[in-house]
């Protein structure tokens, strides 16, 4: 069973950073397209960045370009979201998917494996 494990969360004042780490189980990692969603208290889940199955084409949400940059070591089977100039906004316990295709996309429903989840804090 494909399994996604991300780390990396934790509690920070805003302005600093954070870098998430999403860990794979299977050696079709370097097929699929990956992505970082987060969910705050009360919210819908929202998408945040994608990258396609190579790493060469990113997409990013509006609120975070500029400030988060996703990446990915496919011979590492691990997926990055660098987060800079964190603000309480970003708190929200973020996720990692697997989409169903080798291209990038924002829609939740073609995501088909998701992490347990891991929680980011920033702090004022």
């Known amino acids: 069973q494909v399994q996604l494990v991300e780390s990396g969360g934790g509690l920070v004042q805003a302005g600093g950073s954070l870098r998430l780490s999403c860990v794979g189980s299977e050696r079709t990692f370097s097929d699929y397209a990956m992505g970082w969603f987060r969910q705050a208290p009360g919210q819908e889940r929202e998408f945040v960045a994608a990258t396609d199955s190579s790493g060469r084409y990113t997409d990013y949400a509006d609120s975070v370009w500029g400030r988060f940059t996703i990446s990915r070591a496919n011979a590492k089977m691990t997926m990055y979201l660098q987060m800079n100039s964190l603000k309480p906004d970003d708190t929200a316990v973020y996720y990692c998917?697997?989409?169903?295709?080798?291209?990038?996309?924002?829609?939740?429903?073609?995501?088909?494996?998701w992490g347990q989840g891991t929680q980011v804090t920033v702090s004022s």
């Open positions: 998917a697997r989409r169903m295709y080798s291209l990038a996309g924002r829609a939740l429903g073609e995501y088909d494996v």
